[in-house]
């Protein structure tokens, strides 16, 4: 997404958030928004099936290279959301951003510099920003 398209979603929820101007209000949102997601992936796993968790521990090893440490690595996941439950998730997400976007606002933080700023930071870090 460019700067622009952040910019004017950035805009475009300043404009729409009426009712949760407070930050408490928009802080306890983006926490309920949260929750949803993880619910609505929990019910993608537990209601629909169509994923399925199958978590275990992670092979590390000090003596592997980060090719090979990648190639171990699962994310427990099986199987793919179906359609039904994949816009249920970005839904879920995409008002979780919204309350994220609205938080920015209302701090006078702009959208694109944080995005920037995670970026450079990943950059910079490289492996040692895995935390």
């Given amino acids: 997404m460019s700067t622009h398209a952040l910019e004017q979603f950035q805009d475009q929820v300043s404009q ?14 983006l926490d309920q928004t949260s929750a949803s997601i993880n619910r ?4 993608s796993i537990t209601d629909c099936g169509c994923i399925e968790l199958h978590a275990s521990k992670q092979p590390f090893h000090e003596v592997d290279s980060l090719d090979v440490a990648q190639q171990r690595i699962s994310n427990h996941v099986t199987g793919e959301l179906c359609e039904h439950c ?44 895995l935390t």
């Fill in 16 to 29: 729409l958030l009426l009712r949760h101007r407070s930050v408490l209000d928009i802080m306890s949102k």
């Fill in 40 to 43: 609505t992936v929990t019910k």
């Fill in 86 to 129: 994949k816009e249920l998730v970005q839904q879920a997400i995409g008002r979780n951003l919204f309350y994220l976007t609205a938080l920015c606002t209302q701090l006078d933080i702009a959208l694109p510099d944080v995005l920037e700023k995670e970026s450079q930071t990943c950059s910079t870090l490289g492996l040692f920003n």
